[in-house]
């Protein structure tokens, strides 16, 4: 089978196809420039889990690691299968699984397609880029790095970022104005607050290294540490602690520190980003158990 990158166009034809009881699609919010970001849902449970892809631009393989997830759980649900030890039906009845594939199109499209004449932000955008390739942009469509614009350890994370040399918005690790100020973050975050009740557990897909990270300071909590150490068993990637200008304002962090759930960002595959599309099959074949099995470990 042929691979390609994971475009925006790639995700909304896959969804598509995605039909049939086991699945709900909704539209989390729109991007910067106006792309819907689609949330699906599968499950009725009340326990509930949260997977996120595609934070950064050219990592859009953990999409299309997650649609294969998603293609996986409807072809098992559909066929009654016991997943790993797992009736579908059980997981389907009894927890919830959402899946944010891409919460970064507009990133996902400079790195794979660069930037327009049609774009409004181009000028700018090209400015911080320092050019017109754009294969290795990370940040959303003004330059601000998603996965650096939550908040966690966000004033000591800006601190860090000044003595980087990062002044404004760049294609990577510019953690914006202030936490939460982009409406990919905004809306990801207001639908976990108001689901804290029931999600219990967050996943979210890098590329690469495979490591598994879920530190935030000192929070880490014993059941994060036992739910990471089986995570490591089922990828066999490595748990690890991040260093440097990674260790703030991720997702991650601020799901263990400021809703207190464990929550884990996987390095996914292995070599330079972007990985090649090839590694997508591989990826999904070392995540399959712990996608499915994570709402009932953690
Ligand atoms: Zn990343």
């Known amino acids: 089978m042929e691979h390609h990158p994971v475009d925006y166009k790639a995700l909304t034809d896959a969804l598509k196809t995605m039909t049939g009881g086991a699945v709900e699609i909704n539209v989390l919010t729109r991007s910067i420039l106006g792309r819907e970001i689609p949330i699906l849902t599968l499950g009725q449970g009340k326990r509930a889990v949260l997977y996120v892809g595609a934070h950064h631009g050219m990592e859009s393989i953990t999409s299309g690691v997650l649609l294969d997830f998603i293609a996986d759980y409807i072809k098992q649900y559909e066929r009654a299968a016991t997943v790993y030890e797992y009736p579908i039906k059980y997981l389907f009845q009894e927890r919830r699984i959402y899946i944010v594939p891409m919460l970064n199109p507009d990133g996902v499209e400079y790195a794979i397609h660069g930037v327009g004449a049609e774009n409004p932000l181009r000028d700018r955008v090209i400015r911080m880029n320092g050019g017109e390739d754009f294969s290795h942009w990370q940040a959303n469509a003004r330059g601000v790095d998603l996965n650096h614009n939550y908040d966690a350890g966000f004033r000591a994370y800006k601190k860090k970022e000044a003595e980087a040399g990062i002044t404004g918005g760049a294609p990577t690790r510019y953690s914006g104005e202030y936490p939460e100020s982009e409406p990919e973050t905004a809306a990801l975050c207001r639908f976990l607050r108001l689901r804290r009740e ?101």
């Open 198 to 298: 029931n999600i219990v557990g967050i996943l979210t897909l890098h590329t690469q290294g495979e490591e598994i990270f879920c530190s935030c300071g000192d929070n880490l909590t014993a059941k994060t540490m036992s739910v990471g150490r089986v995570i490591s068993r089922f990828t066999g990637y490595r748990l690890a602690r991040p260093e440097g200008l990674a260790a703030f304002g991720g997702l991650t962090d601020w799901c263990i520190a400021d809703l207190f759930r464990p929550a884990f960002t996987l390095e996914c595959g292995k070599g330079e980003n972007p990985l090649p599309p090839e590694q997508r099959p591989l990826i999904y074949e070392r995540l399959r158990r712990i996608l499915f099995s994570f709402p009932c470990i953690v």
